[in-house]
DNA sequence: TTCGAATGTGGAGAACTCGTGAAGACATCA
DNA sequence: TGATGTCTTCACGAGTTCTCCACATTCGAA
């Protein structure tokens, strides 16, 4: 039975969805803002999460960035306004769809339905980065060297993937940091040096001489496209 | 140097933005309203726009709109509301990013230059340039002469850059300088000496015969046009 | 050709860059 | 709350690059 995490601040529309949802097999999880979404959602790794825009506090974007920091669940929006650009702003997130406000229950359990699918469908051919001996399975955010699984956290795997997805391309400290933390200001560009560090005792066969990150001195850093 | 054009009508603001970006090294046009910024931004073509949504007369919106109608200059959005509905209109129309008042001026100058990173990114893809025997590929910062890689510092490589881009075009020991530091104040011109000394040890055939990068006697240097 | 100024060049030390371990800040989870 | 793991920041050492000087060479103008 798939589990689905709504995350609702109002009571009556999280009660209509969470009837609509068990009626249709689903078995409903719920939260009203964000900090218990997420808290939620780490602990119980729904197949799904619902999430409204709107919520008090934390919200809804700030919620879907910190998902997508550690997992590629799929997510459907909830959103207020009935603006057709709701879905550009939703899949830049990482949002998989969306669902405007008033919707009908059914609808939405129709895009549930729709997007596990997808989601599943995609699960065996999602999109995966190999390079030399290292292979990133970015949905599942998971990375292999010569077979190996390798454990990295998140902020690890994000400056490795952006490395690896252009190999002998050069960033700087700072494109690096953006990549990492977004925007990055008030901040100490050299934070990267110590992930690289960590980045390369777990993938380097030898850590004192990288050949997949390969510092550009003066520059920043690489992956190797020898 | 980069230059900025901030839209915004509020004297003190626009004033406070100015003296921020002056002092981080922002080159800074002014317009007040819609239309002088549309005059502004097709006569200057600045590297960046700020753009105060909350114009009067013309909005932001339609001046974003105006200005993507004939340019992809990145533009970044100041407004007032932290509403939802601005930020995703906004981005929209083709906005890189935005920023909510009240703002803190180094947030401000955080999201300029990720922004400007963002538009480098994007521009240098696959970017090279040839000339002669040469090629450079500029996000890779490889250099090869007659497809022999040589192996330059970053101030070797970023001199290099600026000469062989304009063939021909001469410029001063200052000029270079500015190329390889930022900005030169109170610095040994004759340095520049040095690094193409350097330069042309890695790149020339004969170096005490230059053909690629010429010295220009009492002015600079140039890369060969001929 | 001669002279003064501009440029070439080798080399020493200053300045910078990077790797690293460690400490504390911060977030997360039980 | 405490335990755990991650991220940021700092300081030091090792290595690389840059700057700058002194002197040699070349250039251009008379």
């Given at each position: 039975m798939k589990r689905v995490l709504v995350v609702e601040d109002e009571i009556k529309i999280a009660r209509l969805v969470r009837d609509y949802l068990n009626q249709a097999g689903f078995e409903v999880l719920e939260a009203a803002d964000g900090p218990s979404a997420l808290s939620l959602a780490r602990a119980e790794r729904p197949d799904m999460i619902v999430l409204d825009l709107g919520l008090p506090g934390m919200d809804g974007f700030d919620v879907t960035r910190r998902l997508r920091a550690t997992?590629?669940?799929p997510i459907i929006m909830l959103t207020a306004r009935s603006e057709e650009t709701d879905r550009i702003v939703g899949l830049e997130l990482g949002a998989d769809d969306y669902v405007t406000k008033p919707f009908s229950p059914k609808e939405l359990v129709a895009r549930i339905r729709a997007v596990l699918r997808r989601a599943e469908a995609t699960l065996g051919g999602g999109e995966v980065v190999r390079s030399g001996p290292l292979e990133i399975d970015i949905p599942k955010r998971r990375v292999t060297v010569d077979g190996a699984e390798?454990?990295?956290?998140?902020?690890?795997f994000d400056?490795?993937?952006v490395l690896a997805r252009q190999p002998g391309r050069i960033y700087t400290r700072a494109q690096l940091l953006d990549a990492v933390r977004g925007v990055s200001f008030e901040s100490y560009e050299r934070s990267v040096d110590a992930?690289?560090?960590?980045?390369?005792r777990k993938i380097e066969a030898d850590p004192k001489r990288p050949e997949l990150v390969v510092t550009v001195y003066g520059v920043?850093?690489?992956?190797s496209d020898a």
């Amino acid at each position: 039975m798939k589990r689905v995490l709504v995350v609702e601040d109002e009571i009556k529309i999280a009660r209509l969805v969470r009837d609509y949802l068990n009626q249709a097999g689903f078995e409903v999880l719920e939260a009203a803002d964000g900090p218990s979404a997420l808290s939620l959602a780490r602990a119980e790794r729904p197949d799904m999460i619902v999430l409204d825009l709107g919520l008090p506090g934390m919200d809804g974007f700030d919620v879907t960035r910190r998902l997508r920091a550690t997992s590629s669940v799929p997510i459907i929006m909830l959103t207020a306004r009935s603006e057709e650009t709701d879905r550009i702003v939703g899949l830049e997130l990482g949002a998989d769809d969306y669902v405007t406000k008033p919707f009908s229950p059914k609808e939405l359990v129709a895009r549930i339905r729709a997007v596990l699918r997808r989601a599943e469908a995609t699960l065996g051919g999602g999109e995966v980065v190999r390079s030399g001996p290292l292979e990133i399975d970015i949905p599942k955010r998971r990375v292999t060297v010569d077979g190996a699984e390798v454990e990295l956290t998140a902020s690890e795997f994000d400056l490795l993937l952006v490395l690896a997805r252009q190999p002998g391309r050069i960033y700087t400290r700072a494109q690096l940091l953006d990549a990492v933390r977004g925007v990055s200001f008030e901040s100490y560009e050299r934070s990267v040096d110590a992930h690289i560090k960590n980045l390369r005792r777990k993938i380097e066969a030898d850590p004192k001489r990288p050949e997949l990150v390969v510092t550009v001195y003066g520059v920043g850093y690489k992956f190797s496209d020898a």
